[in-house]
């Protein structure tokens, strides 16, 4: 596609439900990030793969949530047992590479509700 | 620590104003610094970016900002705003050094009043 695809765009999951959020990057892009966005706050950023290679997850809340990007394109943001306080937007940007000369291209986000 | 400050969460403004949207941030070292901002139901697109150089950096859809380093300040500006310009807005920093990860404000509703 032309830009970051995110899925499912809403999701409703009871506390202590499992959910996946699907990030599809732009073609190409080395880089790829994951961002919480509470509601009314700016994002906070969660983990970074460059590649398949997961190089800091030092913004990942608890151990509970779990990302990966196995082949190096498509990543997958992992919440277990979700809790309340995961209610936000889940964003996921790419980069054609790492530099900071390159922009980051932000996807729509998952809007993620736990009730 | 860094941080980023957007020193005012809502700022309304009659269409064909101009408008400074407010940004500093508190780190001791070089940072890159940006403006995105986030129309309703969209995701975040880049207004502008400084990384070194010219310390007055244009952006798309008429916006500047200016990177003040003794007043630590990157303040967003435009002067004559449009009802297209209401959205959100997020000023945001990368550490020199850094996983390359942004750091980002709380954020400014900016609201164009007919």
């Known amino acids: 596609g032309a830009g970051v695809s995110q899925s499912p765009r809403y999701k409703v999951a009871k506390r202590g439900q499992d959910v996946a959020l699907r990030c599809d990057p732009i073609?190409?892009?080395?880089?790829l990030f994951w961002y919480q966005q509470a509601l009314g706050q700016g994002p906070e950023f969660l983990t970074y793969?460059?590649?398949?290679?997961?190089?800091?997850k030092s913004g990942l809340p608890s151990d509970r949530f779990f990302a990966e990007r196995p082949e190096g394109s498509v990543s997958t943001l992992k919440i277990q047992r979700t809790q309340q306080e995961d209610s936000a937007v889940y964003l996921c940007?790419?980069?054609?590479?790492?530099?900071?000369?390159?922009?980051?291209?932000f996807g729509q986000g998952t809007r993620l509700t736990v009730v | 620590a860094q941080s980023v400050t957007q020193l005012d969460s809502q700022v309304p403004v009659f269409e064909e104003a101009p408008v400074e949207l407010r940004c500093n941030y508190s780190?001791?070292?070089?940072?890159?610094l940006f403006w995105y901002v986030q129309y309703p139901n969209q995701g975040l697109q880049l207004l502008l970016k400084?990384?070194?150089?010219?310390?007055l950096v244009k952006g798309i859809n008429g916006f500047e900002a200016e990177f003040n380093k003794s007043q630590t300040s990157f303040h967003l500006r435009k002067p004559s705003v449009h009802i297209s310009d209401t959205a959100e807005y997020f000023c945001?920093?990368?550490?020199?050094?850094?996983?390359?990860?942004?750091?980002f404000g709380s954020g400014t509703q900016l609201t164009v009043l007919p």
């Open positions: 940007a790419s980069s054609l590479l790492g530099g900071m000369n390159t922009e980051a291209f």
């Open positions: 073609s190409g892009h080395v880089s």
């Open positions: 793969f460059q590649n398949e290679a997961q190089l800091d």
């Open positions: 780190s001791s070292v070089s940072v890159y």
């Open positions: 400084y990384l070194s150089g010219s310390t």
């Open positions: 945001a920093v990368i550490l020199s050094g850094s996983a390359r990860q942004l750091t």
